[in-house]
């Protein structure tokens, strides 16, 4: 099996693209001055209700979008629009805030004539403040989708709130001889800790495919690729991916059975991990990308586990932030994550200077350490020699600048 995952990796191809590219998909985003100067309030639309799944917030105390949308997602798995507004997260803001929804949804199934079972709501903000109704439901009205990568910049703009730039992934395979693209825009920064953080994503594609494939594809690939970052250790009220099939592109249906099931199953997971990478990457007064690549395992999930242990501590993201090569944070990390492993078999390293073989340590040259420790994007190494189990994780360092940022989060 991952020898064939590692032949269709190749038959993906990055590409210059938005979540519009994928045939069947209009976006927009405008500027409803709920917040100051950015657009904050977005909308994905198709011209027909599509296949969709979606994974949420493993927190128990969800905000009201995520009840909505699930239960237009459950009424018949799918939907034609998805609304979007940043500034608050419609969160902790009892039975108004739920009704609040519902009238979003009401009235975009109005503008759009469409039902509102097939309707998606998402918010993003501040938990606790009922939402500015008097400014959100006269902008949906002004929403208008077009399928060109100006409304889906747009839309990428509407969704940000700590971000500092806008995150967008697109790729490409060959189904049956035709071109099926997958694409996708995320937002997060702050409060990141998924088990699906505030973090939102949106991916679309015009494969042939059915909601119930669709939610395995999208639970699989979430597990290995939006769950395997952190940023501060946080798991937010609002986190929601969905992703939307237009069953555009003409080839068979795709399920396990299908020949070039593993391509597409590649495809949702290369535009998944570059999202979740651009989301390490901008983490909340982050200056450096920490990518941690664990093998010899018990199992993937076991490497998985350790690797976002690593890259979640707080010893560790502050020794990358100082440039400090602390293994023995590293080795911590490895043996408080929950997973069986032999204390003595462990190898470390620091992109490629050995830091730990066979859990004694090396010799090695601060300097040159120090040096590599200076970039922007820094690989943690780890092999346990107990299994064949392979993992990685994404995160970023700790700043005096995180605690600025968060600090006056509100005021």
């Not at 242990?309 to 590293?330: E, F, M």
């Not at 990390?333 to 859990?359: C, E, M």
């Amino acid at each position: 099996m991952a020898n064939a995952q590692t032949v269709a990796m190749q038959a993906i191809e990055a590409v210059n693209g938005t979540i519009t590219t994928p045939k069947g998909f209009k976006s927009d985003g405008i500027h409803t001055k709920v917040k100051r100067k950015r657009n904050d309030l977005g909308v994905i639309y198709c011209d027909q209700p599509v296949a969709a799944a979606a994974v949420y917030t493993l927190n128990q105390i969800q905000a009201a979008p995520i009840a909505v949308t699930k239960e237009a997602i459950q009424t018949n798995g799918k939907i034609q629009a998805v609304v979007v507004n940043s500034g608050h997260a419609n969160a902790c803001t009892g039975k108004q805030g739920l009704t609040d929804a519902y009238e979003v949804q009401e009235k975009v199934a109005k503008t759009f004539v469409i039902q509102p079972e097939d309707i998606a709501v998402a918010s993003t903000g501040l938990i606790g403040e009922r939402m500015k109704m008097e400014k959100i439901i006269p902008g949906i009205e002004k929403l208008e989708p077009v399928a060109t990568n100006q409304g889906a910049e747009q839309f990428a703009q509407a969704i940000l709130t700590t971000d500092t730039f806008t995150k967008s992934a697109c790729v490409q395979t060959m189904i049956d001889g035709e071109v099926v693209t997958v694409a996708g825009v995320a937002k997060g920064s702050g409060m990141i800790h998924p088990n699906m953080a505030t973090m939102l994503g949106f991916m679309t594609t015009d494969a042939n495919i059915s909601h119930e494939a669709l939610q395995r594809v999208l639970s699989n690939v979430t597990d290995q690729t939006y769950n395997r970052i952190t940023v501060d250790g946080d798991t937010s009220t609002n986190d929601m991916v969905l992703a939307l099939a237009s069953a555009e592109v003409d080839h068979a249906e795709l399920s396990e059975t299908h020949p070039e099931w593993l391509q597409f199953v590649s495809a949702m997971q290369a535009v998944s991990e570059s999202l979740s990478k651009q989301i390490a990457r901008d983490g909340e007064g982050a200056t450096k990308l920490i990518e941690v690549q664990v093998s010899g395992a018990p199992t993937d999930a076991d490497a998985g586990k350790i690797a976002k242990q690593i890259v979640g501590s707080d010893l560790v993201k502050t020794a990358i932030y100082g440039t400090d090569a602390n293994w023995g944070r590293i080795i911590c990390a490895i043996g408080y994550a929950g997973v069986t492993i032999d204390p003595d078999t462990i190898d470390i390293a620091i992109g490629s200077y050995d830091t730990l073989l066979n859990s004694e340590p090396v010799m090695f040259s601060e300097e040159e350490v120090l040096a590599y420790l200076k970039g922007e994007e820094i690989t943690i190494h780890v092999h346990l020699h107990v299994g064949e189990g392979v993992g990685k994780a994404w995160g970023c360092d700790l700043t005096y600048d995180y605690v600025r940022i968060n600090a006056g989060y509100r005021t």
